[in-house]
C-alpha cells in the first residue's frame, strides 16, 4: 500500500499487474480501445529521461532524473503519440459515512464546500512539467 491507500493489484501468480486498481482498469479500456483501432503502440511503465545520471567535477555520482508514464500509445484520431498518467482522488467521507466529491463543512464559522482533491504531488508536478517542455511531440494527459 502506498501514502494514497492504493493497493498494488497481482494476478493470481502474485505477479504485479498495475499500481492501483484504476490503473488496471484503464489499462484494460485502453487495451480495447487498440484492438478497435482508434490507438495503436500501447505500452505500460515507458521511463522518460529528464535528467541523464553524472560525475561533478568532484566525483560525486549524481542520480538521473526519470519520469515513467502509465501509458504510451498512438492516438490515430487525432494522430499524436499520447502520455497517459492515472490519478486518483483523496477519498472524502461525508457525516453518514458515504463516500462523495464534495460535502458541505464549517470554517470559522462559515460554511463551506470541500471538494476532494487530487494525489499529485510536488514531485510529479515537477516532473510532468520536465516531459512537457522535453517531449512537446507527446500529448500529456492525466486521466
Known sequence: MNKYFNKKV???SGKKIGDSKKEVKR???LELLQKAGIITSLNKQVPFVILEPFIT???DKIRGIIYKADFVYYDLEKKTL???DVKGTAK???DKGELCKSKMVIKNGKSVRKTAFTTATKD???KKKFVQSLYP???FLEV
Open 10 to 12: 497481482l494476478d493470481s
Open 27 to 29: 489499462h484494460g479500456e
Open 57 to 59: 567535477k568532484n566525483g
Open 82 to 84: 499520447v502520455i497517459e
Open 92 to 94: 472524502m467521507y461525508n
Open 124 to 126: 510529479y508536478i515537477i
Open 137 to 139: 511531440e507527446y500529448l
